[in-house]
DNA sequence: ACGAAGCCCTGCAAGC
DNA sequence: TGCTTGCAGGGCTTCG
């Protein structure tokens, strides 16, 4: 399922054979995505060079001249480079073709993914509108934290997993930065002292760049293998361990659901 | 304005 | 063994 770590992972690791690269054609052999594929996708991409490749949260952007293809991973999606005529799997929804006899190839099974297009600035866009700032930026301080968690009423862990406070954290990465931070999922936002919200920003920054190390040394070419990564789960200390032994402390992680969401945390080392 | 629940979808695991 | 059921997940959307 990919996070902002494997988001940025893929991000780097397709540049390279993306940017520069004039858009052929687009084929979109599933248009029933987490939305519709716009049918003027192709007539609004094609004859365009991609001049940058963007991350904003989990969205990665293709800076076209005349507009941005919007693109979402959902939790199942991937991206691929494959020369343009490889036979097309089952869930290869859509071909971005290139001029180097190549195609960016979404796969995404449980079609959470996206594929948009806006001609207009992306930061006026619906989706992007609202977001906080980016978790790995100077934007996103203790301080900024604690001053938004104020009166709020939600756990720490909704609080770190809106988009509209910082975006990019998901069910994982908020699970393992909660138990860096020493910090209960359950606790109330607006219980959260200064210096923890301290903690618990220089925990998500550290389990993200950590990931983001992680994917870098195991994901080396976008263009051949299958594409799993599958790079991080041996460093998870929390996340899908209930029952095993926390790696600190030697107490037994436990699961809760919050949120519809699987939690997890060590109820000895998180207060 | 906020927070909680619902919904989209498929693959896989567990249970019968 | 083959079915059915439940769950997982991001995150927008709807409802209270």
Request: charged fraction near 25%.
């Amino acid at each position: 399922m990919p996070e902002l770590p494997e988001v940025e992972t893929t991000r780097r690791g397709i540049t390279p054979h993306i940017q520069d690269r004039r858009i052929t054609g687009v084929v979109v052999r599933q248009a029933r995505l987490r939305w519709p594929v716009p049918r003027q996708l192709g007539q609004k991409t094609t004859g365009q060079k991609i001049r940058s490749v963007l991350r904003r949260g989990k969205y990665l952007l293709l800076q076209l001249d005349a507009g941005t293809v919007i693109l979402h991973l959902g939790m199942s999606g991937s991206l691929r480079l494959v020369p343009w005529d490889t036979p097309a799997d089952k869930h290869d929804h859509v071909d971005i073709q290139l001029d180097n006899k190549r195609s960016l190839r979404l796969h995404d099974p449980r079609r959470f993914g996206a594929v948009l297009w806006t001609s207009r600035e992306i930061s006026q866009h619906k989706l992007f509108k609202h977001l906080g700032p980016e978790p790995l930026t100077d934007d996103f301080t203790g301080a900024y934290l604690h001053a938004l968690s104020r009166k709020r009423k939600c756990n720490v862990k909704s609080l770190i997993m809106n988009a509209g406070i910082v975006v990019g954290v998901g069910n994982i990465y908020a699970c393992e930065a909660l138990f860096l931070a020493g910090i209960r999922p359950g606790l109330a936002a607006d219980k959260l002292s200064r210096p923890r919200c301290e903690k618990l920003v220089a925990g998500i920054k550290a389990v993200l760049q950590q990931a983001i190390a992680a994917g870098g040394t195991t994901l080396r070419d976008f263009t051949d293998g299958d594409g799993k990564p599958g790079y991080f789960k041996q460093q998870l200390q929390v996340y899908d361990r209930e029952g095993q032994d926390c790696h600190r402390c030697g107490q037994t992680i436990k699961r809760v659901t919050s949120a519809n969401r699987s939690t997890y945390y060590c109820p000895h080392c998180q207060k």
